[in-house]
């Protein structure tokens, strides 16, 4: 089976622009959820969709949006992007067994 | 706040050694304890995970070591190799997300 992917890979953005990552999960699998990487705040939960819908949601402000569509591949997006919105963003997915998640390879955004 | 200390930040092991990594939480809903290992330019990989039921679960050299009433977890490397040289993240399941500890990189000296 092939793994989760993400694209694109490495992204770098202007302050104040806006950015679209893509997520597409194990085949399969119908969670998936985003997290962000940095170095000075290690892994920290973004949200979750299943079918469609998010349950659950992290402590990020409303910049940070996503979606989920009907073949269970997903997509977040940060709006007016800022400096400390560099990090690496990683997907995950899981089966109905919520959890074992399996991580993509991430997207690595650099906001200049 | 973090919800899982994790501890120590990094160590150093030879070749052949025990790696022992740490990790304390408080909050009672967490469900399953999973721990991951990541490599410099890769996403976490799951390594192996526990239920707050058992005990102690062995997968090859890697065990977890569980005290529910400590609210505290470990994981065990037994027989460090050099390619075992990673970044792990202990973390806990409640309400479909996962809390990460802050990691531990490993280094394993030949």
């Known amino acids: 089976k092939a793994g989760v992917t993400q694209t694109p890979r490495y992204l770098i953005k202007t302050r104040g622009q806006q950015v679209t990552l893509s997520c597409s999960p194990i085949?399969?699998?119908?969670?998936v959820s985003w997290y962000q990487q940095t170095p000075g705040q290690g892994l920290q939960f973004l949200f979750e969709?299943?079918?469609?819908?998010?349950?659950n949601k992290g402590n990020f402000p409303g910049r940070f949006s996503g979606r989920q569509f009907s073949n269970s591949r997903s997509e977040m997006n940060v709006s007016t992007l800022e400096l400390g919105d560099s990090a690496l963003y990683l997907c995950?997915?899981?089966?109905?067994?919520?959890?074992?998640?399996?991580f993509g390879p991430g997207t690595r955004l650099t906001v200049t | 706040q973090q919800q899982v200390k994790q501890s120590p930040q990094s160590l150093i092991v030879q070749k052949g050694g025990i790696s022992i990594i740490n990790c304390a939480y408080e909050?009672?809903?967490?469900?399953?304890f999973p721990w991951y290992q990541q490599f410099p330019g890769k996403g976490p990989a799951l390594l192996i995970a526990?239920?707050?039921?058992?005990s102690e679960k062995k997968e090859g050299r890697f065990t977890i070591s569980f005290n529910k009433s400590a609210k505290q977890f470990s994981l065990h490397i037994m027989d460090s190799q050099p390619g075992d040289s990673a970044t792990y993240f202990c973390?806990?399941?409640?309400?479909?997300?996962?809390?990460f500890g802050a990691g531990t990189t490993v280094t394993v000296r030949a």
């Open positions: 995950a997915s899981s089966s109905t067994f919520p959890y074992e998640q399996y």
């Open positions: 085949s399969g699998h119908r969670s």
């Open positions: 969709y299943f079918s469609e819908t998010q349950r």
């Open positions: 909050n009672t809903a967490f469900d399953y």
């Open positions: 526990i239920r707050p039921d058992v």
């Open positions: 973390a806990a399941h409640n309400d479909y997300k996962l809390s």
